[in-house]
């Protein structure tokens, strides 16, 4: 199985596919009921109109994760938020989605560390604590990636993993 991940405004396939999985994206999302992801009616917003937004930002990286050349997730990278108390990181990852029929294959995993090498500096990671699927995935490859060497917090109901990336820090060569 080769994986490997491309920027997705490059081709308008991709977009395509990517809105083609957007509702299940937000279906996967809708059980955790944080309230962040309401009916998008209900805010006066239509998926198209968000996936445009994504489109639309060029400090986002827009990525498609493909198994074969085929697109089977995506993921969005964009540039770190400063905190209190701390300075902000290189990159966030904003988003990111593996489509149901390819899960538990290692494509995910594998896609993480080819992001994490391209995209090398610091990073910040973050999940909603009631989603314990996502929580476990990203402990896992984090914890992976990084050898183990990563921080963590746990507040106001979220997860976040801050670390450093980059080839010569990947524990998967």
């Given at each position: 199985m080769t994986v490997s991940v491309r920027d997705a405004r490059t081709s308008p396939g991709d977009r395509r596919w990517i809105?083609?999985?957007?509702?299940?994206?937000?279906?996967?999302?809708?059980?955790?009921?944080?309230?962040?992801?309401?009916?998008?009616?209900?805010?006066?917003?239509?998926?198209?109109?968000?996936?445009?937004?994504?489109?639309?930002?060029?400090?986002?990286?827009?990525?498609?994760?493909?198994?074969?050349?085929?697109?089977?997730?995506?993921?969005?990278?964009?540039?770190?938020?400063?905190?209190?108390?701390?300075?902000?990181?290189?990159?966030?990852?904003?988003e990111f989605f593996v489509a149901r029929a390819h899960r538990r294959l290692g494509i995910g995993r594998t896609a993480v560390a080819l992001i994490l090498d391209r995209f090398a500096g610091t990073w910040e990671v973050q999940e909603y604590l009631r989603n314990a699927g996502a929580v476990g995935f990203w402990r896992r490859v984090i914890g992976e990636y990084t050898?183990?060497?990563y921080e963590e917090r746990v507040a106001n109901g979220e997860v976040r993993q801050t670390f450093s990336s980059g080839p010569a820090r990947s524990r998967r060569r």
């Amino acid at each position: 199985m080769t994986v490997s991940v491309r920027d997705a405004r490059t081709s308008p396939g991709d977009r395509r596919w990517i809105e083609g999985v957007y509702r299940e994206y937000l279906d996967d999302l809708a059980p955790l009921n944080t309230g962040i992801f309401p009916v998008l009616g209900e805010i006066g917003h239509r998926e198209p109109d968000l996936l445009a937004r994504w489109f639309a930002d060029s400090s986002a990286r827009i990525l498609t994760i493909c198994k074969s050349a085929l697109p089977v997730g995506f993921a969005m990278i964009v540039p770190g938020r400063a905190a209190p108390g701390r300075p902000a990181a290189d990159h966030h990852m904003a988003e990111f989605f593996v489509a149901r029929a390819h899960r538990r294959l290692g494509i995910g995993r594998t896609a993480v560390a080819l992001i994490l090498d391209r995209f090398a500096g610091t990073w910040e990671v973050q999940e909603y604590l009631r989603n314990a699927g996502a929580v476990g995935f990203w402990r896992r490859v984090i914890g992976e990636y990084t050898g183990g060497d990563y921080e963590e917090r746990v507040a106001n109901g979220e997860v976040r993993q801050t670390f450093s990336s980059g080839p010569a820090r990947s524990r998967r060569r």
